[in-house]
Nanobody
Framework: VQLQASGGGLVQPGGSLRLSCVAS????????MGWFRQAPGKAREIVGA????????SYTDSVKGRFSISRDNAKNTVYLQMNDLKPEDAAIYYC????????????????????WGQGTQVTVSS
């Protein structure tokens, strides 16, 4: 099982980034996916999640209207489009996966996820 996240980098406030997470080694279309982030000295927190079918998404309040999660089950890939980035969005971003029996269910807790990617650094600074 492997989750390979990419797309992080340095961006100015107000800028955009698109993170990708490519999955392998498991039946991607049977798994709900989540994006989490962890800033130095802080706990890992949910950014958003998407159901295995892609029909349902959820976001933490601080990113609603700015971030968008999508997935392409044919490519075993989940995306996180981040717009209007703020300095407080700076963190290491992780993708995660968990098997889901329900096509429209999303999961928001760290403990609910089985597999984790290695993380990609997002820095927001002028």
């Amino acid at each position: 099982v492997q989750l390979q996240a990419s797309g992080g980098g340095l961006v100015q406030p107000g800028g955009s980034l698109r993170l990708s997470c490519v999955a392998s080694g498991f039946a991607f279309n049977r798994y709900g996916m989540g994006w989490f982030r962890q800033a130095p000295g802080k706990a890992r927190e949910i950014v958003g999640a998407i159901s295995r079918s892609g029909s349902t998404t959820s976001y933490t309040d601080s990113v609603k209207g700015r971030f968008s999660i999508s997935r392409d089950n044919a490519k075993n890939t989940v995306y996180l489009q981040m717009n209007d980035l703020k300095p407080e969005d700076a963190a290491i971003y992780y993708c995660a996966a968990r098997e889901s029996w329900y096509s429209g269910r999303v999961y928001s807790k760290v403990a609910e996820y089985e597999y984790w990617g290695q993380g990609t650094q997002v820095t927001v600074s002028s």
